[in-house]
């Protein structure tokens, strides 16, 4: 795509070539590179975001309005946009970024949008950049639901797993497809201890997984409202007794039970006190009669 598309997509002509070359730029590439751009952008695009929001959600208190910009202006975001308006193709490199892959690289294509929007406001002011960035973002904001806070797939997946005390995903890529500046990702989701594997695709690993857990979360979701929940079992718990010295362990039992067993060994020791105090045979010489047993009682 020549620089031209990539100005249609945005809905924005350059005056100042110049700007727009620079915001394309990276560091690798030039001394002449888009970082003081990005960190302009940056700011324009937060502040548009803000506002963006602001009128758009108005029952929102400020901190959930935070989260939801900073949902919407990551890296991830920012990424997606870019691969829509195919920023790749337009990206200048150096050499060692070409050959690693560079123009395909989230980080990048991140920094260069953000470039690109400083560029925009320097170009023609803030309205124009206002207008550029509420078109790329109005779709987007418009599919926002305020309950979640704009939390991407994979964090609702993972936060409705750990609500319901179930081990977190497990994402794998299993194929790439296209050229090697065009490619898309196959990744698999499975959750074992549900029996779901599902699979997305994306411009990237990332993209990739997200497709993966929207679908994963879904297949969760029905899978337990379909299906009664089971009683968990309690745990035995158990109680140790000494006896004879030795330590040994027996399951619980109900209390009026345990009461009983403790009076019945109490009853047993005052039985065995009482023999000792009975009386007993003991042989005594008699005057009389040597040989006659004579029975004398005697205390304990």
Known sequence: MDINALQTRLGHTFRNAALLQQALT?????SLHNERLEFLGDSVLNCVIASLLFDRFDKIDEGDLSRLRANLVKQQSLYEIAQHLELSQCLRLGEGE????GFRRPSILADTLEALFGAIYLDSG??????????????IIETVD??????????????????????????NVVATHGAAHNQEFEVECSIPKLDIQVYGTGGSRRAGEQAAALLALAAVQAALENSP??????????????????????????????EKKSDDTRKSGKQSRGSVQQEQETLLPDSDDPTKRVTQSKSA
Do not use: C, M, N
Not at 98 to 101: A, N
Not at 156 to 162: A, K, P, R
Not at 233 to 239: A, L
């Open 98 to 101: 070409l050959k690693s892959g």
């Open 146 to 171: 305020p309950k979640t806070l704009g939390k991407d797939a994979k964090t609702l997946l993972q936060e409705y797993l750990q609500g319901k005390k179930f081990s977190l995903p497990q994402y």
């Open 229 to 258: 929940s089971l009683p968990r079992k309690s745990r035995q718990r158990t109680t140790q007794l000494k006896l004879a010295g030795i330590a040994t362990f027996q399951p619980d039992a109900p209390a009026d039970t345990l």
């Open 126 to 139: 803030f309205d124009v950049a206002y207008s550029v960035i509420k078109e790329l973002y109005e779709p």
């Open 26 to 30: 990276h560091r690798s590439h030039s």
